[in-house]
């Protein structure tokens, strides 16, 4: 099993999910974050003062995907996140050595 955790623009988190959701990918959990890397943030005026905003708002999303499912897992979530434009975001994914499903004990691929 591996963790796919993805960071992207808030704005695409619905065709994000769509597309996971057409592959039968169930589950997932989804935070807003915020952060910057090349992107390094942007200026903005604000009552005639600028300023910096360093930290840019993100939405990161977490699923668990069967070892099968994670290429396509990948590809999709990449091809609807792209905009083309910096500050697109990133997909990190993590082996995962078990997983437990509380309500009925089942454990590995089944619990996920």
Do not use: C, N, W
């Amino acid at each position: 099993m591996k963790k796919i955790e993805a960071i992207i623009k808030p704005f695409k988190l619905e065709e994000v999910k769509d597309a996971l959701s057409d592959l039968g990918i169930e589950g997932m959990t989804v935070t807003e974050v915020k952060g910057f890397g090349r992107q390094k943030g942007h200026t903005e005026i604000y009552r005639g003062s600028e300023y910096t905003v360093d930290f840019l708002p993100k939405i990161k999303i977490e699923i668990v995907v069967a070892d099968s499912a994670l290429d396509g897992a990948v590809a999709a979530i990449v091809k609807t996140a792209k905009t083309g434009k910096i500050g697109d975001g990133k997909v990190f994914i993590l082996p995962v050595e078990s997983a437990v499903r509380i309500r009925t004990d089942e454990t590995g691929d089944k619990a996920v």
